[in-house]
């Protein structure tokens, strides 16, 4: 097959690939419209983040076999339609999900030990030691929604603790010997820790906001290494403000985009970020808790093995 890649990725793919007898193909600067005016040449597309793969571009991949998507979610291609379409589609949560799961474990850590804080303080000269006790991860409870890959590598790395992980997904009797499914309502009713690792769906759109928040019987931690736009920044600022969630750590948000970069400038920022910003309750990352050099060679290496068995 004739593969096009459209984003960079760790040379292994390719080089695999041409190992076995595919011709790839790099474009890595040319505009979607005229990536999509030369699509019907290719068997197979090669994609990360770059652009949306909607149903117009679909319509013009006449010959498309197969997309690969070297990430974990698929949430910037119609499903549906390539699914209409005949189109396989290949993404890699097996090839990050350590690297989340351990992500997720440090910016727990950090915020209940207030190490972002502290590190700044000391750098100032500042040695508040009082001001910076922390809390202890053993006798909490965790819980975490969405119980797929990336939630599971995060229950197997609190094995160490002593800590209760319970689950909520809404897929039945996916509990494993590191976490305890239950229900939403008891769910909200125990923990003291949330972390999200959702894909973006019409279902976790907006799903943490004000009303979701208030359902909780404690005031509790937020971790979200999974999607941005599962939280509405606004209505956690507010629960920030009213102590109904005490500190978030967040490697997504809600504001970004292919130029992320541009929030910066002070015109842009909205006045949440702003606030996320400016808080000593919260610690933030740029969207790299799946972007380690392991998870780099890995999240390749998944897509070129499910290619093999899937065209071979």
């Given at each position: 097959m004739t593969i096009l890649h459209v984003d960079t990725n760790h040379p292994l793919l390719i080089d695999q690939l041409a190992a076995v007898g595919h011709v790839n193909h790099e474009d890595y600067s040319s505009s979607k419209s005229?990536?999509?005016a030369k699509i019907s040449n290719y068997e197979g597309l090669i994609i990360r983040s770059r652009f949306t793969i909607d149903r117009q571009f679909l319509d013009h991949a006449k010959h498309l076999k197969f997309i690969g998507r070297v990430g974990a979610g698929l949430e910037n291609i119609d499903v549906d339609y390539a699914a209409q379409k005949g189109i396989h589609l290949i993404s890699a949560p097996e090839g990050n999900r350590n690297a989340v799961g351990e992500h997720t474990l440090g910016m727990l850590l950090a915020l209940f030990n207030k190490l972002?804080?502290?590190?700044?303080?000391?750098?100032?000269?500042?040695?508040?030691?009082?001001?910076?006790?922390?809390?202890?991860?053993?006798?909490?409870t965790v819980g975490?929604?969405?119980?797929?890959?990336?939630?599971?590598?995060?229950?197997?790395?609190?094995?160490?603790?002593?800590?209760?992980v319970l689950c909520y997904d809404i897929k039945p009797n996916v509990a494993d010997e590191n976490a305890t499914q239950v229900s939403l309502k008891e769910f909200q009713k125990q923990v003291d820790v949330v972390s999200l690792h959702t894909p973006q769906t019409p279902l976790t759109l907006g799903m943490i906001n004000t009303k979701f928040i208030r359902q909780f019987a404690k005031p509790f931690w937020l971790i979200n290494t999974a999607r941005g736009r599962s939280v509405i920044t606004q209505d956690l600022v507010s629960a920030l403000e009213s102590g109904h969630i005490l500190g978030a750590g967040l490697d997504v948000l809600e504001y970004e985009k292919s130029s992320f970069e541009s929030l910066f400038s002070e015109q842009n920022m909205p006045e949440p970020m702003k606030y996320l910003i400016q808080s000593e309750?919260?610690?933030?990352?740029?969207?790299?808790?799946?972007?380690?050099?392991?998870?780099?060679?890995?999240?390749?290496?998944?897509?070129?093995?499910?290619?093999?068995?899937?065209?071979?």
């Open positions: 005229d990536i999509e972002a804080q502290t590190d700044r303080e000391i750098r100032r000269g500042l040695w508040q030691r009082e001001a910076n006790r922390g809390l202890e991860l053993s006798g909490k975490i929604i969405g119980y797929g890959n990336m939630g599971k590598a995060f229950a197997k790395t609190l094995k160490g603790f002593d800590v209760q309750r919260v610690i933030l990352s740029p969207h790299v808790a799946g972007w380690t050099e392991e998870s780099h060679r890995k999240l390749a290496q998944t897509v070129v093995d499910k290619i093999k068995t899937q065209f071979h």
